[in-house]
């Protein structure tokens, strides 16, 4: 399977690279790559040489496999038992599931169907073991359909790599001189047993061969999906306010979760118009909860925003990441917890302003001030380390620093005097120049050294300002001078 | 006349005496870029872990830049909410105040907005007395008018002490601070120095040979 999302044109020779040991190396390529004879597993560079038009991306391995498990899920449209098999496969147990979409026949082009809709190429087979269906797969013929007596005919003119070896037992096969299944079947079974006695599974060809004509039971192991959690109600005529439905759909909701020991981060309220168009409205949390009050409250501003155009039939609040949540009792009095009472304020002023909005402000070790600290605002995540703190800092920093035109008597000393905002400050006394180099694996090329200068003015305020590179240090003209903070 | 008050260190809030009621006070920066009245409501704020909700508008974030948490110092916990209109900040700030886990409640608004009135005042005041969480509102280029604050102070930078090692650097900030109405105080005016190594806020000693004139009034406060 590959990912064919917003692919470029086919005729592009197109491949996927991964970080080798000696640079990078091919993952996975594109067909017209693969006609110009580009390898899987080979080097970029020694690919290049064949092929010079060669494209290159990064693969997304972390993204890929976290799709192949949703898939795993959506695959149980035609079946109830799926898994995943290695990075690209899908296994499902079909057995008697085939008659309900017209025979195998007509279920491996349902399949194929479906997953060309998602953007899916897929290549299908069905065997009674989940060898043969493997090796058809793979090395087979176009959806190939194998029936319980004919494994061994089928799998005999295949290659031996359709037995899910590791590479170095093809490469020893091969030099045996055993190049199809067909032939390492026709080998003595006591002689296969005694060379590879003590082989793992990945590198013994007669317990793949058993597992694949069905002498050795293979079970697949099937995983259970997240329990989804959902309220829903159904009205008799379309109506415009889902207002008075909404306490009991989270009474409804919360139930759900509490029977199941659960919380949620995210609720979804869906309107489904009698037009048929669907309007939903996004409500997180900044802590998993299954309060009903509190996630009524959520909605109380946003509902006006939800378009219930000529009216809307069925409501549904879908709860999102949902985890389990302990109930811990803090205190010995009983008192709810004091964590909750903040936790919900922050839910009420992210759904009433945005998560823009609500941020908390963390350390960072950079040198450059701006860059010292972040801004967060996941309040589930853990604050992060906070870095040991030294050199004085101001205790306000402007967002964007401001230009000042200063008066200096020595080109490298500190000012004199400068305007800022219009008003003329005269620098009584000073500390510095604290110099701080430009991040050179960050910034971009170019950018000047910055001299900092605590300085007070006649009134006593304490200012920090810098200037940006030196006279004549050859990044452009005469250097310019910022304020950038405030000083207690 | 005494002279205890010369030898009293730790420079005592007028608020703090007794047991300590949090309320709603108010501060008026001397020229609206100036840190120092930030500096001393920082220092003002009870030293707990709990975190500090702290509120700005538009252009207060815009005009006098965020709060620099390397400055401050990361011991702190702080939650930054940046809203547009001053209405939303007086609502954020009023249902904040609920929350009796907050260590501060500190708001920053630019100007004199219309909604920032009376009324809004006397609100946020008795929340903050009702929830014991110490509210304090930045004014920045406001005009004191009427208001329900409990303290209203007027807070600029003062020259700095001298430095102990370099005669051209500033040393330990000082503040001139004028409480020009209170509840529990009268009013009054100090300079004050603060050690930023130790979070202490000390009155300025007064020269010994200095004539004790207008400023006997206020230095009795203090010990108050």
Known sequence: MERQGNSPADDIPLTLIVEGTHGPVIHATNRTARTMGVQIGARVVDMRAICPELQTEYADREGDKAALERLVLWARRWCPWTASDGADGLILDTTGSAHLFGGEDAMLIE????????GLTSRLAIAPTQGAAWALARFGTVRSICTEGEIAQRLSPLSVSGLRLSAETVQLLH?????????????????????????ALTANPLVRLDQA?????????????????????????????????????????????????MGCRYLNLTVYRTDGDVSHIDVATAASTRDPVHLHSLFRDKLERINSGFGFDLITLTAGGVEAIQIVQTQLDGEAHSDLQLTQLLDRLTAKFGPRSVSYPVVYESHVPERAQR?????????????????????????IPEEVHVLYAVPEGPPAQFIWRRKTHRVTRYAGPERIAPEWWKDRPGTRLRDYFKIEDQT??????YREGLHEDGRGGDPRWFIHGMFA | MEPI?????????????????????????????DAAALAYVLSCLPRTHAPILWVQDHLSARETGRPYLAGIGAGRAIITINLSRPVDVLWTLENSLRCHTLAAVIGELWGDPNAVD????KRLALRSEASNVPCWLIRHAATPNLSAARARWRIGSA????????????????????????????????TVTYDRTTDCVDPLPLPRNREVGARDGTARQLTG
């Open chain 1, 111 to 118: 399949m194929e169907t479906q997953f060309s809709l998602l």
């Open chain 1, 460 to 465: 006593g305020r304490r200012i920090w300002l």
């Open chain 2, 159 to 190: 020259p700095s002490a001298l430095h102990p090692h370099d005669q051209q650097a500033p040393g330990m900030p000082r503040w001139s601070l004028d409480l020009f109405r209170a509840h529990h105080a009268r009013p009054a005016k100090w």
């Open chain 1, 375 to 399: 801004r967060i605002s996941n309040f589930g995540a853990p604050p992060p380390q906070t870095a040991e703190l030294i050199k004085e800092r101001p205790i306000r920093l402007l967002d």
């Open chain 1, 175 to 199: 030099r045996l001189g055993l190049k199809t299944i067909g032939a390492l079947m026709n080998v003595p079974r006591l002689s296969l047993a005694r060379r590879f006695v003590k082989a």
């Open chain 2, 5 to 33: 008050f010369l030898q009293k260190k730790k420079f005592s809030h007028p608020q703090q005496a007794g047991p300590v009621r949090h309320t709603l006070s108010e501060v008026f920066p001397e020229t609206a870029t």
């Open chain 1, 213 to 261: 004509l069905g002498k050795l039971a293979e079970p697949v192991a099937s995983v259970e999906a997240k329990p989804r959690f959902s309220a829903q109600s159904r009205l008799p005529e379309p109506i415009f306010d889902p207002a008075p439905y909404l306490p009991q759909l989270c009474d409804n909701l919360c139930d759900a979760l509490q029977n199941a020991g």
């Open chain 2, 118 to 121: 009376f009324t809004a005042t």
